[in-house]
């Protein structure tokens, strides 16, 4: 067990890399989600269709494969992913330091792959709100945009909060997989590199690496059943 300590440095770096990549793929999956979650409700057909072919897509993918894509699909539609450099984004991946094209891609995988789920969540927390409630906007002359802002999403945020936070905990625990397409230095790569070429146990590395995602998914487990809790007593 004396690597926890030895190496602790090692495993910190690893814990803090892979909270970068859930933090910003949690920000872009519930900003996305949320944008496909509106083309599903909306009334256009298309617009619909669109949403629809989405989240059908991506939800019966398997994570493999939208990182494998993501990893060795997109590097090869650009040179050096040029298409993929938005000055907004250079500066925050370059103050995180972690300007690295794998990084880029590991996290706009998880964004794909989680959005189509943040859709769903949300989806379900709008079919909670009581039809009347949108039948009495639209009577009242309000556009879909004004009825869905101010009367159906501020009430179907209660009812989602939930099931995005469990979205966002299955995020957490597959943003494991990341490691295995490119990204140096998060958690997973941390336990290769320590049992691989380190030749540490595997089992106190397991245990060090089990932590770390540990230490980001009960809180926010925690702080989820007491919201549900709330909400029950609320009801």
Same mark, same amino acid.
């Given at each position: 067990m004396n690597v926890l300590i030895d190496k602790f440095d090692v495993f910190a770096g690893g814990f803090w890399l892979t909270l970068q990549i859930c933090v910003l793929a949690a920000i872009g999956a519930l900003i996305l989600g949320a944008v496909v979650a509106v083309l599903r409700i909306s009334p256009v057909p298309p617009l619909r269709a669109v949403g629809t072919t989405y989240v059908n897509v991506f939800r019966n =993918?398997? +994570?493999?494969? #939208? =990182?494998?894509? *993501? *990893?060795?699909? +997109?590097? &090869? =539609?650009?040179?050096? &992913?040029?298409? +993929? %450099?938005?000055?907004?984004?250079? !500066?925050?991946?370059? %103050?995180? $330091?972690?300007?690295?094209?794998?990084? %880029?891609?590991?996290?706009i995988a998880l964004v794909l792959y989680t959005a189509a789920f943040v859709c769903e969540a949300l989806r379900s927390g709008v079919n909670a709100v009581p039809a009347g409630q949108a039948e009495a906007a639209r009577s009242l002359g309000l556009t879909f945009g004004q009825n869905l802002r101010h009367v159906v999403l501020p009430q179907s945020w209660k *009812? !989602? #909060? /939930?099931?995005? $936070?469990? /979205?966002?905990? *299955?995020?957490i625990k597959n943003?494991? +997989? /990341?490691?295995?397409? $490119? #990204? #140096?230095?998060?958690l997973s790569q941390t336990a290769d590199q320590l049992t691989s070429a380190g030749g540490y146990p595997f089992i106190p590395v397991a245990i060090g690496i089990s932590v770390g995602y540990l230490i980001m998914t009960v809180p926010l487990g925690a702080l989820l059943d007491r919201i549900e809790k709330r909400q029950a007593v609320a009801r």
């Open positions: =993918l398997p +994570l493999t494969v #939208v =990182l494998f894509f *993501a *990893a060795f699909g +997109l590097p &090869a =539609l650009g040179s050096n &992913a040029d298409f +993929l %450099r938005i000055p907004g984004l250079d !500066s925050i991946f370059s %103050r995180l $330091g972690t300007d690295l094209p794998y990084f %880029r891609f590991g996290t *009812a !989602s #909060v /939930v099931p995005l $936070g469990s /979205v966002i905990i *299955a995020m943003s494991a +997989l /990341v490691g295995f397409f $490119g #990204v #140096v230095g998060d």
